[in-house]
């Protein structure tokens, strides 16, 4: 793999959920190119015990359903076996689904909120218990700016991802007031070009997928686009930021008419 750059990270170790494709697989090979040493957890295992041969000793795979409380449990202990610490959570894992008010079924809601906020609870929950003891660390939590705006056909997955900013909120505040040095933020993509928004692709506006560096109005940034803002969040050059919703949406948000 790519010579380590800088090592912004290194020394730490990082858990990436959702991290066999597409941002977490950028987060993953990030994090570890900077020194960090990664735990790459997914329930693509083909694709995920890849990724961590190609990054080699540095990385572990596992196994993982997010909404599950005892692979949470076990995604620990085997973090915990290996390289003896955590430092970074990075709660990434999700699913995206469209559906309105009118046509989202409440199996559908049950199972968007399952995943994509109760899964998010596990890990913030099992890694403040991690790391507290450690000295603290860092939870990164993806959002996305369905969470802070309303997009009208993403009903379900806009109520998960607004669970996910209050949960990080009241997950800084619990732990400033603990005293455990552990920062929690989220970060609130727009669209990003992964394989889960691929299906939702030929419904957009062609000129909202071009590459946000050649049109300034694009909405469709690239996976290592928020890679960076990971790594920054994960490094202890953020180490005054925490509780903060950070958009990577090229501007949308505020300039949505």
């Known amino acids: 793999m790519t010579q380590q750059a800088n090592g912004r990270v290194a020394g730490k170790v990082a858990l990436i959920t959702g991290g066999a494709s597409g941002v977490g697989r950028e987060d993953a090979l990030l994090l570890a190119r900077e020194g960090a040493r990664v735990v790459i957890t997914d329930v693509n295992t083909d694709a995920g015990q890849a990724l961590a041969s190609e990054i080699g000793d540095a ?25 003896g610490r955590l430092d970074v959570l990075v709660n990434n894992a999700a699913i995206l689904q469209l559906g309105s008010i009118e046509d989202t079924t409440l199996d559908q809601w049950r199972r968007l909120l399952d ?10 929950q099992s ?15 993806m ?11 993403f009903c379900a997955y806009s109520a998960s991802k607004g669970a996910v900013a209050a949960l990080t909120r009241s997950v800084a505040a619990y732990c400033k007031r603990q005293k455990y040095h552990i ?16 299906a939702l692709a030929a ?11 050649a049109d300034p109005l694009a909405r469709m940034c690239e996976p290592v686009d928020v890679a960076n803002v990971v790594l920054f969040l994960a ?12 958009r990577v949406d090229n501007g949308f948000l505020m300039t949505a008419d």
Not at 143 to 153: D, N
């Open 203 to 213: 419904q957009a506006d062609p000129s909202q997928m071009s590459d946000s560096g």
């Open 235 to 246: 490094s202890d050059e953020s180490r005054w930021v925490n509780g903060l919703e950070l």
């Open 115 to 124: 995943i994509n906020a109760a899964g998010y609870f596990l890990g913030c």
């Open 183 to 198: 920062r929690c933020n989220s970060i609130h993509p727009d669209g990003i070009k992964t394989p889960m928004v691929a």
């Open 127 to 141: 890694a403040v218990k991690a790391m507290k003891g450690t000295g603290g660390g860092s939870i990164v939590n």
């Open 143 to 153: 959002s996305s700016l369905a969470g802070i705006g309303g997009m009208s056909m």
């Open 59 to 83: 990385a572990l795979f596992v196994r993982h359903d997010i909404a599950s409380e005892a692979d949470w449990q076990r995604a620990m202990e085997l973090t915990l076996s290996r390289f």
